[in-house]
């Protein structure tokens, strides 16, 4: 008798699971209709499309577009076999009416280089991201020569100028940062940690000047950033790091076939998690606040361009906080690495 | 019928849509969470203010980093649906 009861429950429950399902399927499909209908209603004229400029910004580009319209050139190095070593202005790639022309039988399109006849290119031109960092590597000699320069005519008095406004980020780094994690021979690893911090933090913050390059929020830049973690982390490693990994301590003999490889793993996962951490926290930034900006075209309404200013100032200022704390966790995190790389034992 | 509703990518537009959700919930919790302890820490001990407050901001920018890893997604999912619209 429960056992019917049971059962019955049971089929009402499955019948009102399939209405449901069924219910929603409907709406969906009513849904997609109605979307069809207004998406071809907009796609008769020239509509703003979002993603396309947001795109257009936060990749690397082969001319510098300050504004609409004012490309700064930038020069195209490429090698090939049949031409060798090119080098030229990437202005060639447009004619005056700003349409994308062939030059000597190459192509430029979607920022991608190819040949007319199909044969390989290789791409080595100084793009918009290449240009950043130079730039950036150039404000951080013009700042740290200053500052060094500083310590030699002000040794055993008060920091002057410029001096005294980075003595307190450099103390903070090496003594908050660095000592704690690395331990006694910090020394060694200060000056990469440092350029480290500062390389990060000028290019976040030059990125969200605007008409600047995502330079931080690109993955190669990340990649390498990491890459050097890598193989710091790895070189400096003592014995007891290695030891951990290849035959971790106090675990019982049938684990190991499945801890050494997830130690082997570990060793990868460290300079990938610190690339995927910078690349996404800074495109997505630049991501958000060019969608809150987007937002005033999608609505074509000046008081929602009202509210959006008022939100992208905000998101902003939050953007300058996200800046410096990218880049303090980056030197965090590679400290912390390395620090248990050069650990003795324990 | 089914086919054609998952070749939709309007579908993966609105899907995208409803991860972002998600995703808030998650890193809202998440801040919430560090937010409050931090709180409740400088209340205990308000002389270890800036200490908690410098730790508290770097656990939430890393907790941020996973919402913004879905604005990403979401960004992606959005070009490629509008690219096959």
Same mark, same amino acid.
């Given at each position: 008798m429960s056992g019917e009861k049971k059962n019955m429950t049971k089929s009402g429950a499955f019948k009102i699971c399939k209405e449901l399902i069924m219910c929603g399927l409907i709406c969906l499909f009513s849904m997609s209709s109605l979307q069809q209908a207004y998406a071809s209603d907009v796609s008769e004229g020239e509509g703003f499309n979002p993603g396309d400029m947001i795109n257009h910004h936060i990749k690397d580009a082969h001319?510098?577009? &300050?504004?609409?319209?004012v490309v700064v050139p930038l020069p195209i190095i490429l090698y090939s076999e049949p031409d060798g070593l090119m080098i030229f202005s990437?202005?060639?790639?447009?004619n005056n009416a700003h349409e994308e022309v062939a030059y000597k039988g190459y192509l430029l399109s979607h920022e991608y280089i190819s040949r007319a006849d199909g044969q390989p290119v290789y791409d080595f031109s100084i793009t918009k991201n290449v240009l950043f960092i130079f730039i950036d590597a150039s404000i951080m000699l013009l700042i740290f020569f200053a500052v060094a320069r500083g310590y030699k005519k002000n040794a055993g008095k008060a920091p002057k100028g410029i001096q005294s406004l980075f003595e307190p980020v450099i103390i903070y780094i090496r003594d908050e940062v660095v000592k704690p994690s690395i331990?006694?021979?910090y020394q060694k690893y200060l000056p990469y940690l440092l350029t480290l911090f500062f390389f990060i933090w000028f290019g976040n913050l030059l990125g969200l &000047?605007?008409?600047?390059?995502?330079m931080t929020g690109n993955i190669a830049v990340t990649a390498v950033l990491a890459l050097g973690t890598f193989f710091i982390t790895n070189f400096s490693g003592k014995k007891a790091y290695w030891s951990h990994i290849f035959?971790?301590?106090?675990?019982p003999w049938w684990l190991r076939p499945i801890i050494l490889p997830v130690e082997l793993i570990g060793v990868l996962t460290k300079p990938v998690s610190l690339m995927v951490r910078l690349f996404v926290s800074i495109t997505a930034g630049h991501i958000v606040v060019l969608s809150l900006v987007s937002l005033t075209f999608i609505f074509h309404s000046w008081m929602v361009g009202f509210g959006s200013t008022v939100i992208v100032t905000l998101i902003t200022i939050i953007e300058l906080l996200v800046a410096t704390i990218q880049a303090y966790v980056f030197t965090m995190f590679t400290s912390l690495y390395i620090g248990m790389a050069v650990e003795e034992h324990h | 019928m089914l086919l054609s509703m998952l070749m939709d990518m309007q579908f993966a537009v609105m899907g995208a849509g409803i991860g972002a959700g998600l995703v808030a919930i998650g890193a809202g919790i998440g801040i919430g969470q560090i937010g409050g302890s931090a709180m409740e820490a400088m209340a205990r001990q308000p002389e270890a203010f800036g200490k908690i407050q410098t730790a508290m901001l770097v656990i939430a920018a890393l907790v941020e980093v996973i919402a913004l890893f879905g604005v990403v997604v979401c960004f992606l999912i959005y070009t490629a649906g509008t690219a096959a619209a």
């Open positions: 001319g510098w577009e &300050i504004t609409h319209g990437s202005s060639n790639f447009f331990g006694d021979n &000047i605007p008409g600047a390059a995502n035959w971790t301590p106090g675990v | -």
